[in-house]
């Protein structure tokens, strides 16, 4: 016979979660930012390279649109950070937890922008046409899956032990 055990989530209070999740969402944002980081820096320094002045202007667009999506993903991944400070002891972590989600999913599919046209500049650089676009493509969609696909497969992960409990 199998003794109900309550989840020790449905004991916490409301700020306890809310503190819970901004937490969660903090570690998120750290592994996030240390890539979008590394990903815009070495944008930045590509352009004084000695291979980039024979980039045709396909390139050359490219390279604008994985820089300035790089730039976007960087200000969004860090923003919640500046909102933070701003609400500071006001007591308003739901508020900051919506603000900081959405950031972070928007700076996520900005990254994910940004990675893509990285790859496409690169292999477009390095390999004829006919092989950069697909395995552009082919990133892409594997980004797309891990991101998106996958965890909107599995949303429903844990449901059935929450309800048994």
Known sequence: MAVD???PRNKETEKERWDRNFADLLQELRVAQTGVQILFAFLLTLPFSNGFPKATEFQRDTYIVALISAAFATAMIISPVAF?????????KPELVRYAHRMATGGLGFMLVSMVSSVLLITDYVLDWKWAIPL?????????TLWAGLPLAHRDWGEDEDQDS
Do not use: D, E, N
């Open 84 to 92: 933070h400070r701003a609400l500071f002891r006001q007591g308003r």
């Open 5 to 7: 055990t309550p989840s």
């Open 136 to 144: 552009t493509v082919i990133t892409g969609l594997w980004f797309v």
